[in-house]
């Protein structure tokens, strides 16, 4: 199985392990690797040191929040130069986190001031600085993942994903509270090329989820679902225990299980990985 959604510490939240706990414990459930995702740094070389560490496939990128000054061109070139394989588009500090009153790093530290970030049609005006990051991700062969964007700014971002050339698009979260995307808004850019995913997060800690509601985004994905844990959070069982419970549960509710481990195995590794 391989994980393309993790968190660990050193963070600025509090996590169940830091790197080398989480890696550690991947390797002993047999995984193959997994993805370093941190809302607010580079987890480029943090991922190369566990790599190294444990022998798994460990990938890292960059969320472009407000540490890094949003849609930000040259922290996207200096990520993928060095080995990054992947650019989430705004997470913590998109526009939708801040309507939906989600957790953010200037509630914990206000003199940092209130930035949040947005991407056309909501913000037109980033749409020079959107088309060089893609740009470099074509370069790179890297994946974009659309992050806590809404609906309407993940559709812009596929289509022009696609003008770039790129083939390795994935849906953060589409069904989580952001950017609470329908099932036929889902089947449509899967339909278009991009990936899907399905957190174990999301049913473990989305107000209103249920095992039903994520059954029906998986069957809209088709091949093109993606399943991870985003575990990491203190409260969320060890993340390759969630990434399991996520795969049975789906399959309780009717998903065929070969689809399900594809989606928690190989259709993640050969999307992240060069």
Same mark, same amino acid.
């Given at each position: ?73 040259? =922290?996207?070139? !200096?990520? /993928?130069? %060095?080995? *990054?394989?992947? @650019? ?8 939708? +986190? ?85 099932? =036929?808004?889902? !089947?449509? /850019?899967? %339909?278009? *090329?991009?990936? @899907? ?8 800690? +989305? ?68």
């Amino acid at each position: 199985m391989f994980d393309c959604h993790v968190h660990g510490a050193p963070d600025v939240l509090d996590r169940i392990g830091d790197d080398t706990d989480i890696a550690l414990a991947y390797a002993a459930a047999g995984y193959d690797g997994f993805v370093l995702k941190g809302h607010y740094e580079s987890t480029v070389g943090r991922a190369h040191a566990v790599a190294k560490l444990t022998g798994l496939d460990v990938y890292g990128g960059i969320a472009l929040n407000q540490h890094c000054g949003g849609v930000n061109p040259s =922290a996207v070139a !200096a990520t /993928l130069g %060095a080995g *990054g394989r992947v @650019v989430w588009m705004p997470t913590a500090d998109a526009h939708t +986190q801040h309507t939906a009153d989600l957790p953010r790093l200037c509630v914990h530290e206000p003199r940092i001031g209130d930035h949040t970030y947005a991407i056309p049609p909501v913000d037109p005006s980033v749409e020079p600085a959107v088309d060089t990051v893609l740009e470099l991700i074509a370069e790179h062969d890297a994946v974009v993942a659309t992050g806590h964007l809404s609906g309407d700014e993940c559709r812009w971002l596929t289509e022009r994903a696609a003008r770039h050339e790129i083939s390795r698009l994935l849906l953060t979260h589409p069904s989580y509270t952001v950017p609470a995307m329908s099932t =036929a808004e889902i !089947a449509e /850019l899967a %339909a278009l *090329g991009a990936h @899907v995913e399905i957190t174990c997060y999301q049913l473990l800690h +989305q107000p209103g989820c249920t095992p039903g509601m994520l059954a029906e985004v998986a069957r809209a994905a088709g091949r093109r679902l993606v399943l991870s844990s985003d575990a990491g959070q203190p409260d969320s069982p060890q993340p390759p225990e969630a990434l399991q419970l996520l795969v049975d549960t789906l399959t309780a509710e009717g998903v065929d299980r070969g689809l399900l481990l594809a989606a928690a195995g190989e259709i993640p590794h050969t999307l992240f990985a060069p």
